[in-house]
Structures are given as C-alpha cells and as structure tokens.
C-alpha cells in the first residue's frame, strides 16, 4: 500500500506515484520562485526562532537593527520541509531495503566576531518534529546532547566544545543518535571557513545499496568529486523502517553567536536504489544588494540628524559606499576609506547597522567624550554622523593597516617585521593605554586590545583604535562568561568568570599582545601543537624549563635585541599573570619599558590563579 505524501502545491515537486513500488520526490527551495515559507500553509514547519524571507531561510534571529547581543544568546531555530521522507523503499518488499537520498544546499554563516562563534548547524533528518536545546546541542538534541527523536544530523560546527571532544571550531560531523559526533573533520583539511562570511555548498547522498552517507563541502558550486566524509551507515539503525521522517535544518547560539542563512535547498529520493536520480546543483540567485551597496544610498537618507559631518559628504567621502571603497565588513557593519570633499584628507569611515533608540544614547554619549581624546598613539575620531538609525564614524586613515597585518600578512609576504619597530610598535601601544587608564579626565577601559585594533601609521608609529567603543559596537563581551573565554588569547580570566571589564583585563589583553609581537604568532593558534596552542601557556613553559628564546619568532633569526627581547617576553607574562592583582598598572608598564624601573620578579613558572603572591623567581631571570 502507498503511504499517503501530502505536497504542498506551494513545492516545486515532481512526484511519480508509480501505483505499486516506486515512490521519486524532488523539491527545491530557496530557488526558481518556491521561497522559503514558514506558515503552516507553506513549504516550512518552523521552530524557535527560525524564520523565513525571499532573501532566505535565517535559523536564528538576524535584525541588523538590534546591536545588544543579549538578543542573540542562547538562540535556536529549526525549520523542517512540510514534506515527510518515507523511509522504505517499499512497504511490499520482503527485504526492506531503504531509500537513497540526495540533498544539496548553499548555506552562509556569519560570526558575530570571528574568533568568538556561535554553536554551529546542522541538516536533520527526524523522526519527530520537536526541536532541541541551544548552544551545543544545536536545538537538535536535548540538554545533555541526547536525541529527543530518532535523529541524523550532519553538523556544521563552528564552536569548539572540548568536553565533547571537538577538535576546533570548523568542523564537519556525523552525529547520530546522540551530539558526539561519530566520525568528525576539520573543514580547515579543505581550505573553508564554515563561518566565514561566505557561501559554504554541501551535497549528502546516502547510497542504500553500498549503504554509505557521504558528504561533500565547497566554496564554490561545483559538486567534489571526492567525497569530504564518508560514513557506512544503515539507515535502518536509525530509524525506524516503516516511519516518515522530518527533513530539515537547525542552528544554535549560546554565549557568543552567529547568523546563519540556508539558500537553494534541493532533496530527493529514490525508492528504489538502482535508479539514479541526479540533483541539481544548487541554483544560485543574484545576492541582495548590501544595505548601502553602490547607487543604493538615496537623498531621502540625508535627513538624519549630522553631527559634524553630513551624510552627503560621507557619501561623496566614499563613493556612495561603494564596494571598490569598501576596508572591511563585520556583521555589524562595513568600514569604507573615503576622501572628505572639502579638506581632502584621508578618512576610514565606519557604518554601523542601525541600533535601538536606548542604545543610541548610550553610544552617542560614549562617541562625544571618545571624539575629545587626542593622543600621538590613538586614532582619531574625526567626528560622526547619524542618519536615521545609522550611525556613521569617521576616522582618520591609517593607510598601513594594523600590526596584525604587518606580523602576518605584509604586502610583501617575505618582509619580516623588524624587531626595532616590534617594539616602537608595543612601547607606543603601551603609552596609549596608560593615556586611556590614567591620562585623561576620566578612565576609558578600552575592552578590545588586540593586535588587529593596532594600526600603525606611515612611520609604523602604533595607533590605538576602537577603543571604548567596545562595548556598545563589537561584541566582544560575548565570550566573557564561557569557560574558555580566557584562551582566546586576549580575554582575562577574571572576565570570563564576572563578564566585567578593568583596566587590569586591559593590561591582561596587553601582555598577549607583547608575546604576539616577540614570538610572531596568534595568542591563540589551534593549529598548534597542543602545548603550543596558548601563547601564554608556551611562554611560561618554556621559561620554566629555562629555554625562554625557544619563543621567539624563527622570521627574526638573530636580528633582534636579546635584552629587549627577554625584558618584552618577561614583561608579557606578569601582565598576563592570571591573577588581576599581580599585573602591573600600564603607568608600570611604561616606566618598564622605558628603561626606568626595573623589571619586578616574574614566577619561574605560570602560577596558579587566585595566588596572593609571587612565587620567588630564579636570579637568572632578572634584567
Ligand atoms: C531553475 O531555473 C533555471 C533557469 O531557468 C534552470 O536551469 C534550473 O534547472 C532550475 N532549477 C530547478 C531546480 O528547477
Ligand atoms: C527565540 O526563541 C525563544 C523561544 O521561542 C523566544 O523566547 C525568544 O524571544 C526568541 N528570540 C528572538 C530574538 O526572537
Ligand atoms: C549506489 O551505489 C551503487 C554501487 O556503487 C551504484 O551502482 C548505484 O548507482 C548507486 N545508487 C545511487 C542512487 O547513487
Ligand atoms: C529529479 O531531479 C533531477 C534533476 O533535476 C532530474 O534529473 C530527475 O528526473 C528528477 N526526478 C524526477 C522523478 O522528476
Ligand atoms: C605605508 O604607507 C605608505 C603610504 O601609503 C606607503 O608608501 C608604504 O609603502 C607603506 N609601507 C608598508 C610597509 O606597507
């Protein structure tokens, strides 16, 4: 007896009721008109806070308009096809041999801030329309990450949970029953970044007759021939044969987050393995315009209330925002170099998405008292604009870029960064954070140092920017109360476990950065050998076992100053000492570096937090 398949007529679906054996489904979503619908009535059963638009299936919340992150932790969506899966070929087959199937799709995650990603997605296959938990489990399976039904899923992971054995955080995983993966790889093996902002393509094709799932990942729209995973697997031991299974998609974020979007979604299935059933690649519509992409900015929007700049003149700054102007996108916005009309001067112009009303005072109250810092070592605010709910910086432009560019990326890929600038760069860093600490009318905690927020002007004099600012515009927060906010190199341990900012969580972030520039790598490096993956951890390892230059960055050779060298890898850790109260203040920091106060004791070894006191070092490690 044929199982009774309601379609929806909204589907572009091709069903072949051969009366007796064969059933052959094809749908596609996300292409060629058949949109995404989230209504009962449409093609989408949805969960959570999935959601649907002609621009695509978004999994969880993404309103560019609301910048408190609050709004996006612990999120999850789930969305499922309308349409059911029956499981057996056929019901009069004695041998109860299942189906194959192919499903292919586009998908494109973005990261509230790269090195702090939400929790990943994953396409489901379930035996019951129920979602699950955020964070880890995906809102697939339960707290715990055990199935709520009969579960299959394919996850995209983006989070690296080590309690459960991820290797990183850009993996592909077969979860089956429960969310311990049982079969995982690193998608960094084929060059992709599932959260990087981009299309990600994957194909799953399950062969009932050799009984393998094999999944295929790309950048781009060209099915590999070679499969990504391959995973031996009886459908059957699954699920149940005689049961009609939910199809579909799910993602979750949990104390940091990303957006995702699923596009041009395609399934089909055969009942009968022998037939081949070729799935289209998936179809690729023109992308939406960027809100403010060339020629879309229209002179309606100069309305908008201008401080100190128009927005007309940043749009003439910027070529209308125009792609070719375009440094840098975030999820939070884009930043466009541009020329000011009148002065002719050089110009990064920062356009953040829209904010609430309440965030907006805050912010513009947080803009006015940053715009008055002048500092040699800090990047001016020239002044910003605010045009309905945007709100648009303008900085000077630093045409050098930042220090992470010039240690890891220079224009010329074999020019090393010379140890003389190395430390101009960190002595300037350090006189512009005791400035922000101690130098001005009032204490700004800068919440962001990093190598990347470093710019260096045409000398390679650092210069500070984004400071502040941090908390309303970058979500840096988000990683603050997760267990391992801290290795991420740059993040105190005290904040991951109060989520508050000091001025000692900066001088935490500063130490990093110190050892960044002496041992010319990542503070966090997962490609690493594991001892190796924590700056910080390395650092005093290696002083501990008495090689501390084992550290430094090989590119130097032995073009380097070894008492600079000692007093910059030395002074990185006791900022970076795990106890707030036993790092120095930056007014230390800079009567260090400067020559004028004698570097104080730093352990032998990395100490243990929440010590009151030093543990007496070894004389040798003195200067
Ligand atoms: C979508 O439309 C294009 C162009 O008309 C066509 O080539 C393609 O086969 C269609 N795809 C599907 C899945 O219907
Ligand atoms: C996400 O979903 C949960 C549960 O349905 C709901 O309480 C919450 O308000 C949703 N959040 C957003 C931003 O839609
Ligand atoms: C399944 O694998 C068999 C053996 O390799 C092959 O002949 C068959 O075409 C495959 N079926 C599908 C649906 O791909
Ligand atoms: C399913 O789609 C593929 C590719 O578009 C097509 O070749 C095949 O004939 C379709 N199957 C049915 C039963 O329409
Ligand atoms: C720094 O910027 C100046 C001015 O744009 C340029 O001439 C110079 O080549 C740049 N130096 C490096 C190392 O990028």
Redesign the pocket.
């Given at each position: 007896m044929m199982r009774d398949i309601r379609f929806r007529s909204v589907l572009s679906i091709i069903v072949l009721r051969a009366l007796v054996k064969h059933v052959v489904a094809n749908f596609t979503l996300g292409a060629n008109g058949t949109s995404f619908q989230c209504t009962d009535r449409g093609n989408l059963w949805c969960f959570?806070?999935a959601s649907a638009s002609p621009a695509g299936l978004m999994l969880t919340?993404i309103?560019r308009a609301i910048m408190a992150y609050e709004?996006?932790l612990w999120?999850?969506?789930m969305a499922l096809s309308t349409t059911q899966i029956p499981l057996q070929k056929s019901e009069s087959d004695p041998t109860r041999t299942s189906i194959s199937f192919s499903t292919s799709f586009r998908f494109i995650i973005e990261p509230s801030d790269p090195n702090y990603r939400g929790d990943g997605m994953a396409f489901v296959m379930l035996s019951e329309g129920r979602q699950g938990f955020s964070g880890g489990s995906f809102g697939v399976f339960d707290r715990r990450g055990h199935h709520i039904a009969r579960t299959l899923a394919i996850e995209f992971d983006t989070h690296e949970n080590w309690d459960l054995g991820d290797e990183n955080n850009n993996h592909v995983g077969v979860d089956v029953q429960d969310v311990n993966s049982k079969l995982a790889r690193s998608a960094w093996e084929v060059s992709i970044d599932l959260a990087g902002s981009y299309s990600i393509y994957s194909w799953i094709d399950y062969n009932s007759s050799t009984q393998n799932l094999e999944v295929r990942i790309s950048s781009d729209n060209a099915k590999p021939s070679l499969p990504f995973i391959v995973y031996p697997l009886n459908l059957f031991d699954v699920f149940h044969p005689d049961e009609l299974v939910y199809v579909g998609f799910s993602a979750a974020n949990g104390l940091c987050f990303n957006f995702y979007t699923v596009h041009d979604w395609t399934f089909s299935f055969v009942s009968d393995p022998e037939a081949i059933v070729q799935v289209s690649p998936p179809i690729l519509p023109a992308l939406p315009p960027e809100p403010g992409g060339g020629g879309k900015v229209q002179v309606a929007l100069i309305a908008g209330v201008s401080l100190e700049f128009s927005f007309e003149q940043l749009c003439i700054a910027t070529d209308q925002f125009g792609e070719e102007s375009k440094l840098g996108q975030g999820a939070f916005g884009a930043v466009y170099r541009g020329q000011l009309p009148d002065t002719g001067q050089l110009v990064a112009v920062k356009r953040l998405n829209p904010v609430s009303n309440q965030g907006l005072k805050g912010f513009l109250a947080e803009v006015s008292i940053i715009s008055q810092i002048r500092h040699r070592n800090i990047v001016k605010l020239l002044g910003w604009c605010k045009d309905r709910g945007n709100l648009l910086l303008v900085y000077e432009l630093m045409p050098n870029g930042s220090l992470d560019k010039a240690l890891f990326h220079p224009a010329n890929p074999k020019s090393v960064l010379p140890w003389k600038l190395r430390f101009k760069i960190i002595s300037g860093s350090a006189d512009a954070l005791y400035y922000l600490h101690e130098g001005w009318r009032q204490q700004v905690i800068h919440r962001d140092f990093k190598s990347s927020n470093i710019m260096l002007d045409q000398d390679f004099n650092a210069m500070l920017g984004d400071f502040g600012l941090a908390r309303m515009v970058d979500h840096s927060q988000c990683p603050a109360t997760t267990q391992i906010a801290g290795t991420f190199g740059y993040i105190a341990p005290e904040v991951a476990g109060s989520g508050r900012f000091t001025d000692k969580a900066d001088v935490y972030a500063f130490g990093a950065v110190a050892l960044v520039i002496a041992c010319g790598r990542p503070a966090f490096l997962f490609k690493a050998p594991v001892e190796q993956i924590f700056l910080v951890d390395w650092v005093w390892e290696k002083l501990d076992q008495e090689s501390l230059f084992d550290v430094v960055d090989p590119r130097l050779g032995e073009e380097f100053d070894a008492k600079e060298m000692k007093l910059l890898l030395l002074l990185g850790l006791l900022c970076s000492h795990p106890n707030a109260g036993s790092r120095p203040t930056m007014r230390e920091v800079v009567e260090i570096l400067g020559g004028r106060v004698a570097l104080p004791l730093v352990p032998s070894s990395k100490p243990q937090p929440h010590y009151l006191s030093f543990v007496a070092s070894d004389p040798h490690q003195s200067i």
């Open positions: 959570g806070n919340p309103d709004y996006y999120t999850a969506g």
